[in-house]
């Protein structure tokens, strides 16, 4: 449950970056929408994809349920390529914390010293 937290977490971030945009009123909606959209239909076609090659008994006793589809479709290497992509997923999603993270404290830091 936590992995999936991760997808659907980005999107909170999407708003502190409205001030970069060019056109916020209408590119941040869009952003946000078009955003969840695609992860949950993403998220959605795995599980579809998790339910069409294994058994619910399968997948209940299972802690590791990507790696043993990704062998079944994609051969022995399946679940390593699988397990490099969750990875690149992982620090693509700690890299836009950061981004974020580091865009505020900017912010902050400029506000104040036009304040004083």
């Known amino acids: 449950m936590l992995a999936a937290m991760y997808g659907y977490d980005g999107w909170s971030n999407v708003g502190t970056i409205a001030g970069e945009m060019k056109n916020p009123k209408k590119d941040l909606p869009r952003a946000i929408l078009y ?7 993403i998220y959605l076609l795995i599980n579809v994809a998790y339910l069409l090659t294994m058994s619910m008994e399968q997948i209940a006793g299972n802690s590791n349920v990507p ?46 010293s036009d304040s004083i």
Request: charge should be positive; hydrophobic fraction near 35%; charged fraction near 15%.
């Open 35 to 41: 955003g969840l959209l695609v992860i949950t239909a």
């Open 67 to 112: 790696n043993d589809v990704a062998t079944k479709l994609f051969g022995p290497n399946g679940g390593k390529i699988i397990t490099i992509g969750i990875m690149i997923s992982v620090y693509g999603t700690m890299n836009g914390f950061y981004y974020d993270s580091y865009s505020r404290s900017l912010c902050n830091g400029n506000e104040r």
